[in-house]
């Protein structure tokens, strides 16, 4: 198939890109000629005004989904759990209420709907939870660095259940969106499967880098951020439907994570 990847150079893109031409994929430079379209492209940090969201995570998917739908191609859209909220106290599924708790959050769900209502366009969504692995920034780079330098962390205490997903394994659920009939029209939860505790997680990032994580108990309702709440995905209907299942174990994945930090 001949793809099309918008953000192409980002976190996502250059591990998809790869991923592409292993299953056989030609990934081209421009929206015509291509069959499939992946919009990777858009805004994800907090401190982007509400106009600059809305100018690149809605009317740019608006555009790249009118191109898709014009040159008939299958359009596979990138939004974000945290179209349903930032915590939740039971597993999320596609069918979960929708509750955006900040503007980017909000701009997702936007162009969500934006898409759907495309003529003619061949679409399926992906809502990942956090996503990690070699070149990932923000919070879960902050957490890695925190527990390479040894860094005391308030967070034996935590009792939560978060979903994560390796890059590698959003990559490889992409591609058999792309693949799959049965995905057009499709809205899919994407994890690595069992979610995991805080402390867990800082604990598997430390048997990754070889450093202990260093945790001391502090009442969790003071934490500041996600680290104390809960957002589990159940994402049994991708992998029910289209038979998905993650190809990279979570142990794989950090160990992968830590060596690309290792060798910055």
């Given at each position: 198939?001949?793809?099309?990847?918008?953000?192409?150079?980002?976190?996502?893109?250059?591990?998809?890109?790869?991923?592409?031409?292993?299953?056989?994929?030609?990934?081209?430079?421009?929206?015509?000629?291509a069959?499939g379209?992946?919009?990777l492209?858009?805004?994800?940090?907090?401190?982007?005004?509400?106009?600059?969201l809305?100018?690149?995570?809605?009317?740019?998917?608006?555009?790249?989904?009118?191109?898709?739908?014009?040159?008939?191609?299958?359009?596979?859209?990138?939004?974000?759990?945290?179209?349903?909220g930032?915590?939740?106290?039971?597993?999320?599924?596609?069918?979960?209420?929708?509750?955006?708790?900040?503007?980017?959050?909000?701009?997702?769900?936007?162009?969500?709907?934006?898409?759907?209502?495309?003529?003619?366009?061949?679409?399926?969504?992906?809502?990942?939870?956090?996503?990690?692995?070699?070149?990932?920034?923000?919070?879960?780079?902050?957490?890695?660095?925190?527990?390479?330098r040894?860094?005391?962390?308030?967070?034996?205490?935590?009792?939560?259940?978060?979903?994560?997903?390796?890059?590698?394994?959003?990559?490889?659920?992409?591609v058999?969106?792309?693949?799959?009939?049965?995905?057009?029209?499709?809205?899919?939860?994407?994890?690595?499967?069992?979610?995991?505790?805080?402390?867990?997680?800082?604990?598997?990032?430390?048997?990754?880098?070889?450093?202990?994580?260093?945790?001391?108990?502090?009442?969790?309702?003071?934490?500041?951020?996600?680290?104390?709440?809960?957002?589990?995905?159940?994402?049994?209907?991708?992998?029910?439907?289209?038979?998905?299942?993650?190809?990279?174990?979570?142990?794989?994945?950090?160990?992968?994570?830590?060596?690309?930090?290792?060798?910055?």
């Open positions: 198939m001949r793809v099309h990847v918008t953000g192409a150079g980002g976190f996502i893109g250059r591990h998809l890109v790869p991923a592409l031409e292993r299953a056989g994929h030609e990934v081209r430079p421009a929206v015509s000629g069959q379209v992946v919009h492209a858009g805004i994800a940090h907090r401190r982007a005004g509400s106009e600059e809305q100018e690149v995570n809605v009317r740019l998917a608006e555009r790249v989904a009118r191109e898709a739908a014009g040159a008939g191609a299958r359009l596979i859209f990138m939004s974000s759990v945290k179209v349903h930032d915590d939740s106290d039971h597993p999320l599924t596609e069918g979960s209420r929708l509750a955006p708790a900040d503007e980017y959050a909000r701009s997702k769900a936007t162009a969500e709907a934006v898409l759907r209502s495309v003529r003619g366009l061949q679409l399926t969504v992906l809502r990942p939870p956090l996503v990690y692995g070699p070149h990932v920034k923000a919070n879960f780079f902050a957490l890695m660095k925190a527990i390479a040894g860094i005391p962390l308030p967070l034996a205490s935590v009792q939560n259940r978060r979903s994560f997903v390796y890059v590698g394994n959003l990559a490889d659920a992409i058999r969106c792309l693949a799959e009939p049965r995905a057009l029209g499709r809205t899919y939860l994407v994890s690595d499967g069992a979610p995991l505790s805080t402390p867990a997680l800082c604990r598997a990032i430390g048997a990754a880098l070889g450093r202990p994580a260093r945790l001391f108990p502090f009442p969790p309702r003071f934490l500041p951020g996600p680290l104390g709440r809960s957002l589990e995905l159940d994402d049994r209907a991708l992998r029910t439907e289209l038979g998905w299942r993650p190809p990279f174990a979570v142990e794989q994945a950090l160990r992968a994570t830590a060596d690309w930090y290792r060798s910055r």
